[in-house]
Nanobody, 120 residues
Framework: QVQLVESGGGLVQAGGSLRLSCAASISILRIDVMAWYRQAPGKPRELVATITSGGSTNYADSVKGRFTVSRDNAENTANLQMNSLKPEDTAVYYC??????????????WGQGTQVTVSS
């Protein structure tokens, strides 16, 4: 079992910045992919950014050039730096850990979510 705890959400004006962190209960080196998702009211959960154990990153088109995902292996954290925030970035942000097990086994773990609100 992997526990994930997000922090860093809050209220910010449009154009501002926030940094989200996700602390894992195990060595982050054991996690194949760390990801950030978000869910706005009345909308499905969407993928925001991913980072693999090798450091490869991927972003949703809506956040490219504004958000940066990183991982700190020493601190067992994954981080999401969000710049130039827009009101449409308002959502609950969730951290996800994806682990490839033996054979075809795959495991997903989720944090409790952290609210990000961007005012216009």
């Amino acid at each position: 079992q992997v526990q994930l705890v997000e922090s860093g959400g809050g209220l910010v004006q449009a154009g501002g910045s926030l940094r989200l962190s996700c602390a894992a209960s195990i060595s982050i080196l054991r996690i194949d992919v760390m990801a950030w998702y978000r869910q706005a009211p009345g909308k499905p959960r969407e993928l925001v950014a991913t980072i693999t154990s090798g450091g490869s990153t991927n972003y949703a088109d809506s956040v490219k050039g504004r958000f940066t995902v990183s991982r700190d292996n020493a601190e067992n954290t994954a981080n999401l730096q969000m710049n130039s925030l827009k009101p449409e970035d308002t959502a609950v942000y969730y951290c996800n850990a994806h682990i490839l097990g033996g054979g075809r086994a795959e495991y997903d773990y989720w944090g409790q979510g952290t609210q990000v609100t961007v005012s216009s």
